[in-house]
């Protein structure tokens, strides 16, 4: 923790009159605790992060709320560029471009610990939604994201707010309008009235469709509407995706994704947002649990389960005393099921490495809580580091005794690499007199060793200088 000293300095000398004065106050506090040489908290180093991202916080182009979320507005048309927005006569909308550099921004950002899509669109060209939805999605495993439908959230912009952990609107909020169109304009018969003729030079019957004044044939139509599935297959491909964890399934998905539009609690009832809430109460809310690898809580609860507990019941139908009942056992199913996720998601994504595999599935399966399997995880971690250790010291320990023969001899010891010129039996035959028999004889019992014979020539030749050297001057004599 002496590290966090300095940097605590530095951000009380260099931004002091930017900090908030509870924030100095809180600061002061923790330098002279540290002069006291007391050991910093993990609340305590939250403050220095915060008053490290106070600094540059004004260069952000997302807000970040006291409790750390990251506010992402996704307002107006959806366009791939910001060149193609916000003109003097268009309407106001959001850039998929800009998009990406808020997320990106959010995720690297210390100061944010979950991230919340404002969502009031009407949707807008599909150009880079797809990517942008895979980028959504993919946050979803590092930080929580919370889709907030404000109003409106209809085709493109769903497409997005589909990929959160936890997707939410509020009573009057229209959702869906799940599909894909586009606008095509056949003018060639107003050219003809006006007498007009446009003749088109293309290299295909479907290139230029749409061309003013070309006619669109019935076979351009069936092509760009084979596009339009495409991607409105895609489309709702990812929104399954998205949605599966909140029980969404293929038949029901492709009886939502007419181009309907859903008000509120009907959103909540087709599964398409979990629940209705007002902005404030999803900024007090806790975050949703962040994906894991297997995509979710398949080991938790059941997409039957999971079915019942994310229609949220937004008023009792009436005061029958079974629907109350009714009510409050779905309450504390959504409860055990939460706990019980939050658990299994607690540990997966702790325990991610290979060699944790046995201490995650005993943990998952014996209902042990998350510090309990990080106890466990410690051991095999000790034991691993134990291994390694051992490991390195036995290579240490070969690679000093083989540095210690080279500079003892000048040749490291030729017998620890297969030659077996010790025994007591070849002390004439291996002396280095000057004899190229016995450096043919010790070549020929190398390779029977396992070495191949320029190996072995090598190995004899470095042991027995001499006799090599006479060996050569023989013409390489006897043969080997």
Not at 14 to 41: C, D, F, P
Not at 275 to 303: C, K, Y
Not at 396 to 423: C, F, M, V, W, Y
């Amino acid at each position: 923790m002496k590290t966090a000293f300095p940097l605590i300095l530095e951000y009380m000398t260099s931004n002091i009159w930017a900090m908030e004065y509870n924030l100095l106050s809180r600061m002061t506090e923790i330098v002279e605790r540290q002069i006291k040489g007391q050991h910093l908290s993990e609340d305590d180093m939250k403050t220095v992060v915060a008053a490290k991202t106070l600094k540059g916080s004004d260069k952000r182009s997302y807000e970040v709320t006291e409790s750390g979320a990251a506010i992402i507005p996704v307002s107006g048309l959806i366009a791939k560029h910001s060149r193609m927005l916000n003109g003097s006569s268009q309407p106001r909308g959001t850039s998929v471009e800009l998009l990406n550099k808020q997320l990106n921004a959010a995720l690297s950002d210390r100061a944010v610990d979950r991230i919340i899509l404002q969502i009031e669109s009407p949707g807008g060209s599909i150009n880079g939604v797809a990517d942008f939805a895979e980028s959504v999605y993919r946050a979803s495993f590092e930080k929580p994201v919370t889709a907030y439908v404000d109003d409106l959230c209809a085709s493109a912009a769903y497409w997005i707010g589909s990929q959160a952990n936890a997707m939410y609107v509020n009573q009057t909020g229209l959702v869906g309008s799940i599909g894909v169109y586009t606008l095509m304009l056949d003018s060639s018969e107003r050219a003809a009235t006006e007498g007009l003729k446009f003749i088109i030079v293309r290299s295909g019957a479907n290139k230029g469709v749409g061309a003013a004044g070309i006619e669109i044939s019935d076979e351009n139509i069936a092509v760009i509407a084979q596009e339009i599935d495409d991607s409105f297959q895609i489309f709702k491909s990812t929104v399954l995706r998205g949605r599966t964890e909140a029980g969404m399934a293929a038949e029901l998905l492709d009886e939502l994704a007419d181009g309907r539009c859903f008000v509120g609690k009907a959103a909540v009832d087709n599964l398409l947002v979990d629940g209705i809430r007002t902005f404030g109460e999803i900024l007090n809310e806790q975050a949703p649990m962040i994906r894991s690898e297997n995509h979710g809580i398949a080991a938790v609860a059941s997409a039957e389960n999971v079915n019942v507990t994310s229609k949220e019941t937004i008023m009792p139908k009436n005061e029958n005393s079974k629907e109350k009942d009714a009510a409050v056992v779905t309450d504390d199913t959504k409860v055990a099921v939460e706990s019980e996720r939050a658990r299994v998601l607690g540990i997966s994504s702790i325990l991610t490495g290979e060699e944790f595999a046995d201490v995650r599935n005993t943990a998952i399966n014996s209902g042990q809580t998350l510090t309990e399997a990080k106890a466990a995880a410690f051991d095999v971690a000790q034991e691993c580091r134990a291994t390694e250790k051992k490991d390195m010291q036995a290579k240490l320990d070969e690679s000093n005794s083989r540095l210690a023969a080279i500079a003892k001899g000048g040749q490291a010891d030729i017998t620890a690499q297969g030659d077996p010129e010790d025994d007591k039996d070849n002390k004439a035959t291996t002396a280095d007199s000057g004899d190229a028999q016995a450096y043919v004889t010790a070549v020929r019992k190398c390779v029977e060793t396992g070495k191949t014979e320029a190996e072995a020539m090598q190995i004899v030749g470095n042991k027995y200088p001499d006799n090599h050297q006479t060996w050569i001057a023989n013409g390489c004599q006897p043969e080997i």
